[in-house]
């Protein structure tokens, strides 16, 4: 019975390690010679939790990025650390925080999945990794 909801958990885009909570993890398709992309999901910690890093093996480096209006202009920048209070979901979503995913080694296809290695730190200065499957969408 474990494995079905194990299954079940997988084919709604859920992941879950010990204490975070990852839902519909997706990342950009890209054009061939387009060499970055972005990626979008939920995150929510029980007990609390920072994410502090992420990685990917079809992209040379992934940081955390936010998007903030800078009088007229919208601008990102990265940031090193994404605070996750305990029981709250907390959104990447196209115009907040994002990860970008640099120097890809690979066309992203539309209807593929990429693996992303999350890194978090749990209380007491755990650390703690997920990898999700994040769903390759159309570009527009
Ligand atoms: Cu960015």
Redesign the pocket.
């Known amino acids: 019975m474990r494995s079905i909801v194990i299954l079940l958990a997988l084919a709604a885009g859920f992941a879950r390690g010990a204490d975070v909570e990852v839902g519909t993890p997706w990342t950009r398709a890209t054009v061939r010679l387009l060499k970055v992309s ?1 990626a979008y999901m939920e995150l929510r910690s029980a007990q609390g939790a920072t994410l502090v890093g992420a990685s990917s093996p079809v992209a040379g480096s992934v ?1 955390l ?1 936010e ?1 903030r209006m800078e009088g007229d202009l919208m601008k ?1 920048r990265a940031v090193p650390r994404l605070p996750l209070p305990a029981g709250k979901w907390v959104a990447l979503t196209p115009g907040g925080y ?1 990860l ?1 995913l640099y120097e890809l080694k690979q066309q992203l296809l539309e209807g593929t999945r990429v693996p992303i290695r999350l890194e978090f730190e749990t209380g007491g200065g755990r650390r703690e990794s997920i990898e999700v499957q994040a769903e390759v969408r159309p570009l527009r």
């Open positions: 972005s940081e990025h998007m990102m994002h970008m």
